[in-house]
């Protein structure tokens, strides 16, 4: 995914874009390591993205939490969803190519995204604020 196409996936939540742009680009790592047949260092890759989702996902609903956010069981659940979708495109690709694993991998990420994070996103921007206000 290049910066330009990212823009569009931006929050407008500063960390939060930050670790969503790393995870993308653990996909290319992953990319790279295929082409040099380098298989131990794909899988550390697909570890360290399980483990930066993990973290990027508790992070997540701290910030909800922090903020009362309403839907805070939804967006745990599609966690769990997303991180067991991730984990089957995972030991799906081992015996499948891996272009189609980051590929599967980039569409669950944005879908998630659009579907999810851009709700707490604009909670958080437009709604928590005017709330601390009153
Ligand atoms: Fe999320
Ligand atoms: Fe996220």
Do not use: C
Not at 20 to 35: A, G, P, S, T, Y
Not at 67 to 87: C, K, Q, R, W, Y
Not at 123 to 134: C, G
């Amino acid at each position: 995914m290049t910066l330009i196409e990212f823009d569009t996936l931006k929050l407008g939540i500063e960390e939060i874009d930050t670790e969503h742009w790393e995870m993308f680009n653990i996909l290319d790592v992953v990319l790279e390591k295929v082409r040099h047949n380098d298989y131990d260092g794909v899988n550390n890759a697909l570890d360290t993205m399980l483990h930066d989702f993990t973290n990027h996902a508790d992070r997540e609903i701290l910030i909800m939490q922090n903020m009362n956010f309403p839907f805070i069981g939804t967006h745990i659940v599609a966690h769990s969803i997303l991180l067991a979708m991730l984990e089957r495109e995972i030991k799906n690709a081992l015996r499948s190519d891996y272009q189609n694993l980051t590929d599967g991998v980039e569409s669950i990420l944005i879908d998630h995204i659009l579907q999810y994070d851009v709700l707490y996103a604009e909670y958080a921007k437009h709604i928590a604020p005017q709330l601390e206000s009153q």
